[in-house]
């Protein structure tokens, strides 16, 4: 990532948007996040989103095109999947990179190479924290370098905290949306 690298992030409420905001803002970056509500959105804009689409229904994909005067972002992060899948490719430039990190809205059925070039020449990448733990040098490595990144960045993210024997409670709260920020478990 290069200063004025341009990021379409979904859920720029959640957990992992207020990660990724703040840190991409230190490293120059332009974000752009969607929000659910009106108060998701002023969230995101108050953790460093330059712009936020608001709404399910929104036209994701041409306010990224507006945003970026027609040329799209250069990197997508998607943890919703099908829904907003279409969306984010549109919204993603030629030669850009798009990130699946999560399928909470449902799976990509509707993935094809196709979808990916040639004419658009996409990367595409689908991280999986299993694929890592398979590889314990490269796990460690990387686990490392992020908490590094993590630990130099703009502080603790916020978020809601919930006691070990609450998990099933916080993964009711993610999967209904109803969180903000970055949920912890208390060991």
């Known amino acids: 990532m290069t200063p004025g690298t341009t990021i379409l992030i979904h859920a720029g409420a959640g957990g992992l948007a207020s990660i990724v905001i703040p840190w991409a ?12 509500t009106d108060a998701k959105a002023e969230f995101a804009l108050a953790h460093g989103a330059d712009q936020v689409v608001i709404g399910r229904n929104a036209d994701i994909a041409g306010e990224a095109r507006k945003w970026t005067d027609g ?19 549109e919204a993603t430039a030629k ?14 059925g ?6 990916l070039g040639p004419q658009r020449s996409l990367a595409f990448h689908m ?3 299993m694929a890592y733990l398979a590889d314990p040098a490269r ?8 908490m590094t990144a993590l630990s130099a960045g703009p502080g603790r993210p916020e ?5 070990l024997s609450d998990a099933s409670a916080a993964h009711t709260f993610l999967e209904n949306g109803a969180t903000t920020g970055t949920p912890l478990l208390a060991i």
């Open 159 to 163: 978020g809601p905290q919930f006691a």
């Open 71 to 89: 040329q799209g972002v250069d990197f997508t992060i998607d943890g919703i999947g099908e829904p907003t899948f279409r969306a984010s490719l």
């Open 25 to 36: 803002k230190r490293l120059r970056a332009r974000i752009m996040a969607t929000a659910s």
């Open 95 to 108: 030669f850009g990179t798009f990130a699946s990190v999560g399928q909470a809205g449902g799976e990509l």
């Open 127 to 129: 991280p999986s924290v």
């Open 139 to 146: 796990y460690e490595r990387v686990a490392t370098e992020a």
């Open 110 to 115: 509707s993935l094809s190479a196709k979808d």
